[in-house]
């Protein structure tokens, strides 16, 4: 778990984008937030992570004082997870989600450098999908694929009616 903190105000009043990247399947979810308070993450991880997957087992993240609360240890205790921070200054010791954050930041910046775009968190959800369903040399899939077991249907594939497209079998 990470942020960025410091983007331009969004249409929506957003400031930051919280990212949460689980190290297993290497899934991607990104929320735009106007705050990065210990609710606000709270609130943000229980609808974006809690709602869809449950409870993580573990969750890492940096020295960033809204994990780092009483408010978000207590939190963790009630949903039953373990909080694992990084060392101060090290920022490799979380090196996926720091990556992630790179990543995102890079294109993030790239579009909004652009012109007034304000609309950057309607853009970042696309970015994660984009993430999501780009085929990762090292696992061999998806993230998507991983998480869910079907591949997404491509825009191509939703426009054309091209036969079957239903789920396939995939090769162990």
């Not at 290497?26 to 210990?38: D, E, L, N």
């Not at 408010?71 to 997870?81: D, E, L, P």
Request: proline share 5%; glycine share 6%.
């Amino acid at each position: 778990m990470d942020h960025i903190p410091s983007l331009p105000k969004s249409i929506k009043g957003n400031t930051e984008l919280l990212i949460w990247v689980d190290l297993f399947s290497g899934y991607v979810i990104a929320k735009a937030s106007s705050s990065r308070t210990a609710q606000t993450i709270a609130e943000n991880y229980e609808e974006c992570v809690f709602r869809r997957f449950g409870a993580s087992e573990a969750i890492r993240h940096d020295r960033e004082p809204g994990f780092m609360s009483d408010f978000f240890r207590a939190f963790s205790r009630i949903v039953g997870q373990k909080q694992r921070a990084t060392m101060a200054y090290r920022p490799q010791a979380n090196g996926t989600a720091e990556r992630m954050v790179q990543t995102l930041t890079h294109s993030l910046k790239m579009y909004v450098a652009e012109v007034d775009q304000r609309d950057w968190n309607e853009y970042a959800e696309r970015l994660t999908f984009a993430i999501n369903t780009a085929q990762d040399r090292i696992r061999g899939d998806t993230p998507f694929y991983l998480i869910h077991g079907w591949d997404p249907r491509s825009t191509l594939e939703a426009s054309l009616p091209v036969g079957n497209t239903g789920t396939r079998d995939r090769d162990p």
